[in-house]
């Protein structure tokens, strides 16, 4: 081979890792907005906005399947090594996170459509929004630590989930409490619980993300507490 054309193979192996990266942040976005306008469609109501959510999941799904066919293209076809190799592997495994992003929002505007047929007003507000938004802000920084090989930003992503899943126990406690009080409130309490625990879910979601880049940035496998047991 000539220098020229290692030269050009070098240069469109790195075009390519920079397509696989710009789908990965546009189906990021993607599945963070989804999860917005379910939110949004739960806190006001909209079982229009709801639907809006579950149509526009295709969009997420074949973002998917995309990342996983340039992905899976690079390493066969150029054999990459070291954290090439590692970009490449994690980004199939995060686009599947982010497919199921995706899926909890669809769960989340079906709630909502549910919701709206029951026509009961129980509602922890404040706590179900500061879910939302820790959630959403987990899964935004996760994916900014992925691209910038971040592992401080990743680990620190991986400690906020404890917060997350502290609000999900606190809604819980607040819809028993409804539940008891007003056995008519259980059908719709029930339905709130599985929004709280979908976004509970994003936030783990979030955390495997940011378990990934720390594996990018580092070469270390955080997972299951794994790099303890290598300690």
Do not use: W
Request: proline residues 2%; hydrophobic residues 45%.
């Amino acid at each position: 081979m000539s220098v020229l054309e290692a030269t050009t193979g070098y240069r469109h192996f790195h075009q390519q890792l920079d397509t696989l990266k710009q789908r990965l942040l546009a189906m990021s976005e993607r599945a963070e907005s989804l999860v917005d306008l379910a939110v949004d469609a739960l806190l006001s109501r909209d079982a229009a906005k709801a639907e809006a959510v579950i149509v526009a999941d295709a969009e997420v799904d074949q973002l998917e399947i995309e990342i996983e066919q340039l992905g899976i293209a690079l390493l066969a076809l150029q054999q990459p090594m070291a954290r090439d190799l590692r970009f490449i592997i994690s980004a199939i495994k995060i686009s599947s996170d982010l497919e199921r992003v995706g899926d909890h929002a669809v769960n989340i505007a079906q709630s909502v459509e549910r919701l709206s047929a029951l026509g009961q007003a129980i509602m922890p507000d404040p706590e179900i929004e500061e879910m939302a938004r820790r959630a959403r802000e987990m899964l935004g920084d996760a994916l900014d630590a992925f691209v910038r090989a971040d592992g401080a930003l990743a680990r620190e992503v991986c400690r906020r989930d404890d917060q997350v899943d502290s609000l999900h126990d606190g809604v819980f406690r607040i819809l028993v409490t409804h539940m008891m009080e007003n056995p008519h409130t259980i059908s719709a309490a029930m339905e709130l619980f599985l929004v709280s625990r979908n976004l509970e879910r994003v936030a783990d979601l979030a955390t495997n993300i940011a378990e990934d880049a720390v594996y990018l940035a580092e070469g270390k496998q955080i997972k299951h507490h794994n790099e303890e047991r290598a300690s």
